[in-house]
T-cell receptor, first 114, second 113 residues
């Protein structure tokens, strides 16, 4: 398996534009996580899906952020409109769904909003 | 509620010295414990994990960790640090009451030549 695949790896956009980050989890994994990492706040869980259903989105900072998982092999995180404070590295991770299994992380998308 | 505390946001050791990164957790049920490493500009990757059985677990790159229930700890050690160990290390906990991973704040390991 190629692991968790995220695209794009880097994204530079202007304030106010819509940004869509994409994630392909490992085949067979039924849990998917979106995280945001910044120097100031560290690693933050944004949203967690189990079997394509959002279970906990309490970490989504505001209504500008939305996430979908239309099927078991694809998820998106959308920011509309984007703001400079959204600049961060966004990670997607997937897990086999049991509490004793590890999460596998993608390489991340480095987002810069100017 | 679960929580993870990593003591020290930065730890500095000399090359060849013992590495000790501390992790304490709280969990009301038996925990599953994980250590991850993040190299610059990369995602997190698993170093080792404890689920059940032997409390001393060995991971990649010569690291090991010991689960001590009485101390609610899962400290990470390596006998001799290498320059290539410079990275950020994260401890995480999970249990059967909550399938999410609860993360510590991370510890940056600095290796002095």
């Amino acid at each position: 398996d190629a692991g968790v695949i995220q695209s794009p790896r880097h994204e530079v956009t202007e304030m106010g534009q819509e940004v869509t980050l994409r994630c392909k989890p490992i085949s067979g994994h039924n849990s998917l996580f979106w995280y945001r990492q910044t120097m100031m706040r560290g690693l933050e869980l944004l949203i967690y899906f189990n079997n394509n259903v959002p279970i906990d989105d309490s970490g989504m900072p505001e209504d500008r952020f939305s996430a979908k998982m239309p099927n078991a092999s694809f998820s998106t995180l959308k920011i509309q409109p984007s703001e400079p404070r959204d600049s961060a590295v966004y990670f997607c991770a997937s897990r086999a769904g049991s509490a004793n299994t590890e999460a596998f992380f993608g390489q991340g998308t480095r987002l810069t909003v100017v | 509620a679960q929580s993870v505390t990593q003591l020290g946001s930065h730890v500095s050791v000399s090359e060849g010295a013992l590495v000790l990164l501390r992790c304490n957790y709280s969990s009301s049920v038996p925990p599953y414990l994980f250590w991850y490493v993040q190299y610059p500009n990369q995602g997190l990757q698993l170093l080792l994990k404890y689920t059940t059985g032997a409390t001393l677990v060995k991971g990649i790159n010569g690291f090991e960790a010991e689960f001590k229930k009485s101390e609610t700890s899962f400290h990470l050690t390596k006998p001799s640090a290498h320059m290539s160990d410079a990275a950020e290390y994260f401890c995480a906990v999970s249990d059967n009451s909550n399938y999410q991973l609860i993360w510590g704040a991370g510890t940056k390991l600095i290796i002095k030549p």
